[in-house]
């Protein structure tokens, strides 16, 4: 069998295939029809909230982790106003949300050696925000 004759039983072969997949693959099919009206077969995986009133809702406090009883929830991060815009100090220096004077100022200084000069002032107000709330 020369190369010839290998070609062209390959494109033979490959029509074939083509040809095959294409009647093999029914025509258009329709798509599923969904009815909304139909039962759920399945229990929910969540139940459903009960609704509450607003005369209930003084009668029913919302209800706390056992952990938290009695402490009052503090919030980590710092919001300062900028340009017109409200920012998360801590999320402009790179640093989780409560994290220590030490880590802030290591992080702030740098920042700042990697910045140009018009970012300078935006870092410095964000590290006084957060030197301010400590």
Do not use: C
Request: charged share 20%; aromatic share 10%.
């Amino acid at each position: 069998m020369n190369s010839q004759d290998f070609l062209t039983l390959n494109l033979v072969g490959a029509g074939a295939f083509i040809f095959w997949y294409l009647l093999s693959r029914g025509g258009s099919r329709r798509p599923t029809k969904l009815n909304m009206n139909a039962q759920d077969s399945v229990p929910p995986l969540v139940e459903a909230e009960k609704s509450v009133t607003p005369a209930q809702a003084q009668t029913y406090p919302r209800q706390r982790h056992p952990d938290l009883q009695g402490r009052a929830t503090k919030n980590l991060n710092v919001m300062f106003n900028y340009n017109g815009h409200s920012w998360d100090a801590y999320e402009v220096l790179g640093v989780p949300a409560g994290a220590s004077i030490p880590i802030v100022t290591e992080a702030y200084q740098t920042a700042l050696r990697k910045s140009d000069k018009e970012s300078m002032e935006f870092l410095e107000t964000a590290y006084k925000a957060i030197l301010h709330k400590k």
